[in-house]
């Protein structure tokens, strides 16, 4: 990477505490609707059959796409393949489709987000902050909040970092020689 004459590479590894419990639902849902920009939607499914220790297991597969977009199952199949690999698998187009306007889409979305019941022993909360943990969209929902938090307000932390005497000798040296290409 360095020795091609690219800027030096830095990342942050965090772990943000109770960040599904803290999520506020009204920021969730307007990511959604920016998100969502076509009047119309494709739900398509396909399965995908494998063997697994010995044992053959279905994994069913969902995709919603724009409603102008309709995939012809093999040369899906095959970018699906070349994105995600899949191997020792049989897949198989179920041949369910289902069309679905945006307004109902979110409608759907907001009643997942907002109308969310817990059970605590043997009472019932609605719960009015964050998102259910149980849910198959929640690390979605989670990373969509989250990138657009990044998107938006971090854009301001500027791209070169200014150099310090407490960097070591060689890692200033070579970013002063990157920053100078």
Known sequence: ????????????SADVRAAFDTLNQGHVYQALSTLLTEPQYLLCRHTEVATKQSRVRPRYRREALPATV???????????????????????????VRYMDRAQLLSLLSSHLFCNIVRQGRQYFHQQTGIAQGSALSSLLCSLVYGQLEQN???QIPTRLPSSSSWSSSSSSSSSSASSS
């Not at 990477?1 to 942050?12: E, T």
């Not at 309709?70 to 369910?96: C, G």
């Open 70 to 96: 309709y995939p012809h199952f093999l040369s899906h199949s095959e970018e699906r393949v070349v994105a995600m690999p899949v191997r020792h698998a049989v897949l198989v187009d179920n041949v369910t």
């Open 1 to 12: 990477w360095r020795q091609s004459g690219r800027p030096p590479l830095y990342w942050v």
């Open 153 to 155: 307000c971090l854009y």
